[in-house]
């Protein structure tokens, strides 16, 4: 589970059940040793007090604080949860919950493939195949590419990146050009894109950033 790798840069764990409500928010709490070996699964163990008692099985959201402010939320089922301890297994499907779109910002260099844009009325389609493209930067709410093609403020992009079907709008806002005047790329904001499509962006981030950080070590 590639998020845990670094469990020292999580500072604290919160509970909540499904209707966001907290449960139990604390820093005491242990990566166990897991008896039943569950493959691809981190086994929890919270000890306290007058900790919620719940049915086994009941479904919470085990929600992990890191240092740099982000949040990572993954829903699962309670083990035991007595008024002393609560244990509960994660696996590989989290969501990050961070709000402050421009905290998330990247850099990074992927390339990227955009099959058709639209300006004003009109839609105008690449190929196949489609116009290659590179980004350069990236955040919750947008990209920076470039790409060999006369874009203009306002074009929608249809653009596809991160997976093989992973596809999105972004409008163009901002042109970016070197002192002789050439177009050095295209800065956007990602438009009408759906909840599940922002998740998996967040993801992708989060991601981007603990393997910089894995970069970052190795210089040193």
Do not use: W
Not at 13 to 35: I, K, M
Not at 68 to 74: D, Y
Not at 98 to 116: G, L, Q
Not at 177 to 204: H, L, P, T, W
Request: aromatic share 12%; with cysteine.
């Amino acid at each position: 589970m590639r998020f845990l790798i670094k469990k020292e840069n999580i500072i604290k764990l919160e509970v909540r059940d499904l209707d966001g409500a907290v449960l139990n928010s604390t820093q005491s709490f242990e990566f166990a040793r897991d008896f039943f070996g569950i493959a691809g699964k981190e086994f929890i163990v919270i000890k306290g007090k007058n900790l919620p008692e719940l049915p086994k099985g009941e479904l919470i959201d085990a929600i992990f604080y890191y240092r740099n402010g982000t949040r990572v939320k993954i829903r699962t089922g309670i083990d035991i949860a007595s008024d002393q301890q609560m244990n509960f297994h994660i696996g590989n499907d989290y969501i990050v919950m961070e709000e402050r779109r421009n905290s998330f910002k990247v850099y990074v260099d992927i390339p990227a493939k955009i099959s058709s844009y639209k300006r004003n009325e009109d839609i105008y389609d690449f190929g196949p195949p489609p116009l290659e493209a590179v980004i350069k930067n990236i955040n919750i709410g947008g990209i920076f590419f470039n790409g060999n093609y006369s874009f203009a403020h306002g074009d929608i992009v249809t653009i596809n990146f991160i997976k093989d079907d992973f596809v999105v709008d972004a409008k163009i806002l901002r042109i970016q050009r070197d002192e002789a005047g050439n177009v050095m790329g295209y800065g956007c904001c990602f438009d009408g894109i759906s909840q599940q499509d922002e998740q998996i962006i967040s993801k992708f981030i989060f991601e981007c950033q603990l393997a910089e950080r894995e970069k970052e070590k190795g210089r040193f």
